[in-house]
């Protein structure tokens, strides 16, 4: 009898100790992941840039002012030339007023970037009207559904696509969502292909849609959404994912030759945990060689 009470008493200390784990160490600190990124598409002006990629902040759970402004300085140090957030920033459940609107956007405005800020909407930040504002406000270029080139001591652009949510495709089928970056592609002629971007970056929330996209027309695309698995488990992996995040979850893919990286994110969606699985700040180092 002593044993089967030792025995219960030791399995309730450990999923206890876990669970604490999970929620007050799983959920702090801020780990940056750096990965080299080569390809001779990228422009000899580009070499060596620095683009941070921020995802699933999820503001108003884990993350709260004090937080956000870690994360500020920290993406800081890293003096990026471009920093990108996929979608996320504010979690749904999250109660949001003018007040706290102000002050998100006055935390963002203090990233400082080289070249740009470039924002997308991410599932959560569907259900919020103030995003959009949130986004201007705090210096970031809203790219939902539309796509800028970015020059950087180079006559060389380099293209950068956005592509909002689909979770909800109530306003915008996918297919019309991408036409605009289709119609792009489409343009390039023999008399224009010497200023026409060679090297292309997509940013998306949702990474399994990236089969709809034909991610063969980028050489780069950026997702959030997975959280690589919120709650990860030793040899078994991811055991927390969610809708279109099932396929393409990992750090890292190779789709038919395009890279696509996945960030962990930084807050945490559903349950306040994370396993495994420390919050984190992707940091990519273009190179051409």
């Known amino acids: 009898m002593k044993k089967i009470v030792y025995t219960f008493l030791t399995i309730i200390i450990l999923i206890v100790g876990v669970l604490l784990y999970a929620r007050y160490i799983g959920t702090s600190g801020l780990i940056i992941k750096e990965y080299k990124v080569t390809n001779s598409s990228i422009p000899e002006g580009f070499y060596?840039?620095?683009?941070?990629?921020?995802?699933d902040i999820h503001y108003g759970r884990t993350i709260k002012k004090k937080e956000l402004q870690k994360i500020v300085e920290k993406v800081n140090h890293l003096?990026?030339?471009?920093?990108?957030?996929?979608?996320?920033?504010?979690?749904?459940?999250?109660?949001?007023?003018?007040?706290?609107?102000?002050?998100?956007?006055?935390i963002l405005k203090d990233l400082d970037a080289n070249v740009g800020k470039y924002a997308i909407q991410?599932?959560?930040?569907?259900?919020?009207?103030?995003?959009?504002?949130?986004?201007?406000?705090?210096g970031f270029t809203?790219?939902?559904?539309?796509?800028d080139l970015i020059y950087n001591e180079s006559t060389k652009p380099i293209f950068l696509g956005g592509?909002?949510?689909?979770?909800?495709?109530?306003?915008?089928?996918?297919?019309?969502?991408?036409?605009?970056?289709?119609?792009?592609?489409a343009s390039r002629t023999e008399e224009n292909k010497e200023n026409f971007p060679d090297y292309k970056i997509m940013i998306m929330h949702e990474p399994d849609f990236i089969d709809e996209i034909n991610p063969e027309n980028y050489d780069l695309i950026l997702a959030g959404h997975s959280h690589n698995g919120q709650v990860r488990v030793p040899f078994v992996g991811a055991v927390i994912l969610p809708p279109?995040?099932?396929?393409?979850?990992?750090?890292?893919y190779n789709v038919n030759g395009t890279d696509?990286?996945?960030?962990?994110?930084?807050g945490t969606s559903t349950i306040n945990y994370r396993l495994f699985n420390r919050p984190s700040i992707n940091l990519y180092r273009l190179v051409n060689h």
């Open 79 to 106: 003096h990026p030339d471009i920093i990108i957030i996929t979608g996320d920033l504010i979690d749904r459940n999250t109660m949001l007023t003018d007040r706290m609107a102000s002050v998100i956007s006055d």
């Open 142 to 147: 809203n790219l939902n559904d539309r796509y």
């Open 163 to 185: 592509l909002s949510t689909n979770t909800y495709q109530k306003e915008k089928t996918l297919e019309e969502k991408i036409k605009v970056m289709n119609d792009y592609f």
């Open 48 to 55: 060596g840039t620095k683009i941070v990629h921020l995802s």
């Open 122 to 138: 991410g599932n959560h930040d569907y259900k919020f009207d103030k995003w959009a504002t949130i986004i201007s406000d705090s």
């Open 244 to 252: 279109y995040a099932k396929k393409y979850y990992k750090p890292y």
């Open 260 to 266: 696509l990286y996945i960030s962990s994110g930084i």
